[in-house]
């Protein structure tokens, strides 16, 4: 029986990448340390980690450094999503293999395919591990509700999924609605910029980005104890900045990474995006320095 009590604050970590491209393991594991002492309760591996950038050998490195920093502490989720299902079940197999507590996986989207073929997919890799999936729907890679209720039906592992394709809000209920009955878990995503809309419609967590764990576990610590005024509140104060990183893979990266640097996480040679993602001016920088500065988030 795949593990069904997965909820609350999962970030996405960002990847500290320096300018010649590398990953700098001792920052990726200062994050860990810092996401953990937050209060969040598990950490995520993926699209907002650059790990589509990332090669096999240094997949199985970031995994093994997550795994083996969180020691326990915080629940690891590996995105092992590739445009074939073959690909797809040995980057699953390889996370299960590496610690990873659970996976999140997209459907293809490369060349278009027919609805029934996507779920052929999800079924083949959740027969092939032994861990929970995490069905993605993404913009790009939709999961629809109607198909996310049928996943859920067909394997026991398919029990949660992110809910990512805007307007997510309706989007949380229709997927509620359709999957009731079939054990599936929701979770939203998107940097978390609708959280509170989509815990009033099931969501049981969010996967926004690694900048701001404290205020989404202040946020869910505070919805937990019925306190939803307080809890909204608390995240209207946030709202400026974490629309600021509700903006377009790549630019987001570095967005993200600049902030990780002021906020003391990263040292500032680790705040690199990898190629292709457009850069954000100085002006662009200016202005979110000044959003943390208002804030009290930078680094003491």
């Given at each position: 029986?795949?593990?069904r009590?997965?909820?609350?604050v999962?970030p996405?970590?960002?990847?500290p990448?320096?300018?010649?491209?590398?990953?700098?393991?001792?920052?990726?594991?200062?994050?860990v340390?810092w996401?953990?002492e937050?209060?969040?309760h598990?950490?995520?591996?993926?699209?907002?980690?650059?790990?589509?950038k990332?090669?096999?050998?240094?997949?199985?490195?970031?995994?093994?450094?997550?795994?083996?920093?969180?020691?326990g502490?915080a629940k690891?989720?590996?995105n092992?999503?590739?445009?074939?299902?073959?690909?797809?079940?040995?980057?699953?197999?390889?996370?299960?293999?590496?610690g990873?507590?659970?996976?999140?996986i997209?459907?293809?989207?490369?060349i278009?395919?027919?609805?029934?073929?996507?779920i052929?997919?999800?079924?083949r890799?959740?027969?092939?591990?032994?861990?929970?999936?995490?069905?993605?729907d993404?913009g790009?890679?939709t999961?629809?509700?109607?198909?996310a209720?049928?996943?859920?039906?067909?394997?026991?592992?398919?029990?949660?999924?992110?809910?990512e394709?805007?307007?997510?809000?309706?989007?949380?209920?229709?997927?509620?609605?359709?999957s009731?009955?079939t054990?599936?878990?929701?979770?939203?995503?998107?940097?978390?910029?609708?959280?509170?809309e989509?815990?009033?419609?099931?969501s049981?967590?969010?996967?926004?980005g690694s900048t701001?764990?404290?205020?989404f576990?202040?946020?869910?610590?505070?919805?937990?104890?019925g306190?939803?005024?307080?809890?909204?509140a608390?995240?209207?104060?946030?709202?400026?900045?974490?629309?600021?990183?509700?903006?377009?893979?790549g630019?987001?990266?570095w967005?993200?990474k600049?902030?990780?640097?002021r906020?003391?996480?990263?040292?500032?040679?680790?705040?690199?995006?990898?190629?292709?993602?457009?850069?954000p001016?100085?002006?662009?920088?200016k202005?979110?320095?000044?959003?943390?500065?208002?804030?009290d988030?930078?680094?003491?």
């Amino acid at each position: 029986m795949p593990d069904r009590t997965m909820a609350g604050v999962y970030p996405i970590i960002s990847m500290p990448i320096d300018s010649q491209g590398r990953i700098v393991m001792e920052d990726l594991r200062k994050q860990v340390d810092w996401l953990i002492e937050t209060g969040v309760h598990g950490i995520g591996i993926a699209v907002a980690s650059e790990v589509y950038k990332l090669t096999e050998a240094e997949r199985d490195e970031v995994l093994r450094a997550v795994v083996d920093q969180a020691a326990g502490r915080a629940k690891v989720v590996m995105n092992t999503g590739a445009e074939g299902t073959d690909v797809a079940i040995h980057y699953s197999k390889r996370a299960e293999e590496l610690g990873a507590d659970a996976l999140m996986i997209r459907p293809t989207s490369f060349i278009p395919t027919v609805q029934e073929e996507n779920i052929a997919y999800f079924e083949r890799i959740a027969q092939a591990v032994t861990i929970p999936i995490f069905l993605q729907d993404q913009g790009s890679a939709t999961v629809g509700p109607a198909m996310a209720a049928e996943c859920a039906r067909r394997h026991e592992n398919l029990c949660y999924i992110k809910v990512e394709t805007p307007p997510t809000v309706p989007r949380m209920a229709e997927t509620r609605q359709l999957s009731e009955g079939t054990g599936l878990i929701l979770f939203g995503g998107a940097g978390g910029a609708f959280v509170l809309e989509e815990f009033r419609r099931g969501s049981v967590g969010t996967m926004p980005g690694s900048t701001l764990p404290d205020v989404f576990v202040k946020v869910w610590d505070l919805w937990q104890a019925g306190e939803e005024d307080a809890a909204t509140a608390e995240f209207s104060r946030y709202s400026t900045i974490i629309r600021t990183l509700a903006q377009g893979q790549g630019l987001a990266n570095w967005v993200y990474k600049h902030i990780m640097v002021r906020r003391g996480i990263f040292e500032p040679g680790s705040a690199y995006a990898r190629h292709p993602a457009l850069k954000p001016d100085d002006l662009h920088l200016k202005e979110i320095d000044q959003q943390l500065e208002e804030l009290d988030l930078l680094a003491k």
